[in-house]
């Protein structure tokens, strides 16, 4: 986006408490010039200048970071066209796709843009749209390669980015995308190319980025008159302050140290009150911080608000705090009616009343006025204690306990109509969030026995069925929660059991294994019931039916007691699947036979494996392109299953074609990509070629140095692939690594999924395998000991991994 609207809010005091805060507000004529005077900035737009093409700037909330953004972007572009000047504003909703989507967009418009230019941006935006028959897929990684690649037949770029620190942690971090050392490094592949302007508040994650670049720092000293003029302005929107206009003038000025959020605030605070002694009583008495005159808004609504509207502006305020995504009004606004079982007419205008200066509007989301207010409201200053749920485990007690409820309406019982229908989607908002994110706020959330009982209640209707089978697949495209890199359906089904833990653990420890109990049963009956259902009313050898034999497949995967029934089921599906032949017929065929080549490595099968992997790709290959991205998970599982065989060449030339598929549909540094890439680092370690090992397990090993030294938590994502990471340190024998890395994988699938789940057992078993050759014999025999029982129910006596544990267990 090329102008401040993104950005920009209605001026904080224009009006009282309740006037509405929709229109944007620009920067005042006149202001910014300062930035003129520094010699580090004329530098950095000089293009003739041979000084580092990075400027960070800086400084703390509040002090019109955003406004000397736009002068930037505004003096760069009355410059002339040296260079295309493209600017995104970020917010708590954005991402690095968002960004680079932007400034493809503005990329595409510019009179510098050549046909091949822009030709190269509309394929390369196009072919991000994702749909329901896939995971969620994050653009940034892809788009990110794609991005350096565009840019090299760009014209010259100087790019301007204000408040890159108020993305989300996991963009930020150096052990996730790390979006600030990715610009910086844009800058290095394409020097002299292009320029880099980034505005921030002084956070530790965009300093250790761009510490070695410029910077400029603002400071109160150099937004002096800006400062004055924006004070001038703010109070002569008031009458009753104007006549003291030089006195209060003076006063804020003085304490605001150059902090224009608390000037705003400062002079609305002197225009609520009624009379000139009051208002200059009130000036000698002016709060020092922002946090302090946030508090005082909140004082001030507590006089002027009703209880009910206070009780709704604290509901506001939870959801812009709590939610895993911003919400658009209207789903804000029917969260609030469920909660409060209340219909709430003009839901956008009274927002605005209850929330006054906190909040604004911007493109139908409700948003804090400014990111302040997040900080205000994650501290801990004593007037917290008069906002409603506003601690994070109380405040998402309150979100689950109302998205729960809302599913468990009876119109959700049985959805009559088609879920991607225009009339469902219009008529239930709110749908999409409750769907996707009902658990994880369950899962923040204080122990609670209302949550705990309104959750049994939930599983003994026909609600959670609809829920899992129909509201969840359709939604989870547009999870913005992590969801297994495997074939949707797989992925699908591990992530509703996931799911079905973390429901779990919101239960004490007396009731966990009753309430996994009952949960499981009613999948595994609603599954059943599903398949009787499809193979009654359209055959028994119908697409439909073969869906339910697959889903039901998966659903058995997951349950120990019904996992020795999965190959017939599936054998059954495959048997359908040979009597059609429609792409949609394929698709399935291709899912049945992956499904069932998983089932038999689990089983410790890999030749049967091995076989029907390839039958997969034979039949595939005049049915779908070489680099269809359903294929890589093909290519990967048969790539594993050579591995286990010994078959290290073969394994290294199908993981290679998985990667390539997954580079290409996905990015090279995608979760996607990271399932084939340390498994293909394992097969090159057995095959005695560590360097390219290690080069492809970089980043995986500093995020596992990063949680062991520095209790940094490791990205979900992640922990999946630790198994093949600590399998590489076994290849070079760095015993004591992987004995780590098999640690941490250990403790996170108890927590997870259990001590009796399949992924939990192979887990522990390698944790062992590395302790033993660590030299630990004492506790590897102890750990053998207590998982051979575990594996024999299980896996059954005549896995690989039971006669293993046992051999190993003679043998100390």
């Not at 002339?80 to 995104?88: E, K, R």
């Not at 007691?561 to 009597?579: G, H, N």
């Not at 990667?659 to 680092?681: C, F, N």
Request: net charge negative.
């Amino acid at each position: 986006m090329a102008t401040s609207s993104k950005k920009r809010a209605a001026s904080i005091t224009n009006g009282p408490w309740t006037d509405r805060q929709q229109e944007k507000r620009q920067r005042l004529p006149k202001t910014c010039e300062w930035i003129q005077r520094e010699p580090v900035y004329r530098a950095w737009k000089d293009w003739e200048d041979t000084s580092p093409p990075v400027l960070w700037i800086h400084g703390p909330p509040g002090c019109g970071k955003s406004h000397l953004a736009q002068y930037i972007v505004e003096d760069l572009r009355a410059a002339g066209d040296t260079s295309a000047v493209l600017s995104h504003f970020c917010d708590a909703g954005s991402s690095p796709a968002s960004v680079l989507r932007s400034i493809l967009a503005q990329l595409l418009l510019h009179p510098q843009a050549e046909k091949d230019l822009k030709d190269k941006i509309t394929k390369t935006v196009g072919q991000l749209s994702s749909d329901t028959n896939s995971a969620p897929l994050d653009a940034s990684y892809r788009l990110w390669d794609k991005v350096t690649a565009i840019v090299e037949d760009a014209p010259p770029i100087t790019l301007v980015i204000d408040g890159l620190d108020e993305l989300p942690n996991k963009y930020l971090l150096p052990q996730e995308f790390n979006f600030p050392f990715r610009l910086m490094e844009l800058t290095g592949i394409m020097a002299g190319y292009v320029k880099l302007l980034v505005l921030s508040r002084t956070e530790a994650s965009i300093q250790n980025a761009f510490q070695d670049s410029p910077e400029i720092q603002i400071t109160a000293t150099r937004v002096r008159d800006d400062a004055e003029q924006f004070i001038s302005s703010e109070i002569t929107k008031h009458d009753n302050l104007v006549i003291h206009k030089d006195k209060i003038m003076d006063v804020v000025l003085s304490q605001s140290e150059g902090i224009f959020q608390w000037a705003g605030l400062a002079v609305k605070a002197l225009s609520q009150e009624p009379t000139i002694e009051k208002i200059l009583e009130r000036l000698e008495n002016l709060p020092d911080s922002l946090g302090d005159l946030y508090a005082s808004i909140f004082e001030c609504q507590s006089s002027e608000l009703g209880r009910g509207e206070i009780l709704l502006r604290d509901g506001i305020l939870r959801l812009m705090l709590f939610a895993v995504r911003p919400l658009r009004v209207i789903e804000i606004a029917n969260f609030l009616s469920v909660e409060s079982n209340v219909f709430i007419p003009n839901f956008e205008s009274k927002a605005i009343q209850v929330c006054g200066a906190l909040v604004k509007i911007e493109e139908g989301i409700l948003k804090p006025m400014h990111h302040s207010l997040r900080d205000f409201l994650q501290g801990g200053h004593p007037a917290l204690q008069y906002i409603t749920g506003i601690k994070p485990d109380v405040g998402n007690l309150f979100i689950s306990r109302t998205l729960l409820k809302y599913l468990a309406h009876s119109k959700f019982g049985e959805i009559p109509e088609p879920i991607n229908s225009d009339n469902f989607l219009s008529t239930h908002p709110l749908a999409e969030y409750a769907t996707l994110y009902w658990v994880h706020h369950a899962s923040q959330a204080v122990s609670d026995g209302d949550l705990q009982e309104q959750i049994r209640s939930f599983f003994y209707k026909n609600n959670p069925k609809e829920w899992a089978d129909r509201l969840l697949p359709f939604f989870l495209h547009r999870s913005v929660l992590p969801v297994p890199p495997r074939p949707f359906n797989t992925a699908r089904f591990f992530h509703l059991f996931s799911l079905k833990s973390q429901i779990v653990n919101c239960f004490d420890s007396p009731h966990k294994a009753e309430v996994d109990d009952n949960i499981s049963k009613y999948l595994r009956s609603a599954y059943e019931e599903f398949l009787e259902q499809a193979r009654a009313q359209e055959g028994p050898e119908s697409l439909p039916a073969l869906q339910r034999l697959l889903d039901l497949a998966e659903v058995y995967s997951w349950l120990p007691d019904y996992q020795k029934q999965v190959p017939t089921v599936l054998q059954a599906a495959l048997q359908v699947s040979s009597q059609h032949s429609t792409p949609e017929a394929q698709d399935l065929a291709i899912a049945t036979h992956q499904a069932l080549a998983d089932q038999y490595k689990r089983n410790g099968k890999y030749e049967d494996a091995q076989k029907l992997l390839e039958k997969l790709l034979y039949l595939a290959q005049d049915r779908k392109p070489l680099n269809d991205p359903k294929l890589m998970f093909a290519w990967d599982s048969l790539g594993w299953v050579c591995m286990r065989r010994g078959k290290l060449e073969q394994a290294a030339t199908h993981l290679q074609n998985a990667l390539d598929i997954a580079i290409e549909h996905y990015g090279s540094q995608s979760p996607m990509t990271l399932r084939s890439k340390v498994t293909l680092a394992e097969v090159l370690g057995k095959l005695g070629r560590h360097n390219e090992a290690e080069a492809l397990c970089a980043s995986l090993k500093e995020q596992l140095r990063q949680y062991c030294e520095n209790n940094v938590a490791l990205p979900k994502d992640s922990i999946s692939h630790l198994n093949t990471l600590a399998a590489i340190y076994m290849q070079e024998e760095k015993y004591d690594n992987a004995k780590e890395a098999y640690r941490v994988v250990v403790e996170d699938r108890k927590r997870i999924f259990g001590e009796e789940n399949r992924l939990t057992l192979w887990a522990e078993m390698q944790w062992g395998i590395a302790m033993d050759k660590a030299g630990d014999r004492v506790a590897a025999k102890e750990a053998f000991q207590r998982l051979v029982s575990r594996q024999e129910k299980v896996l059954g006596l005549d896995h690989p991994d039971v006669k293993e544990v046992k051999r190993l267990l003679k043998e100390g």
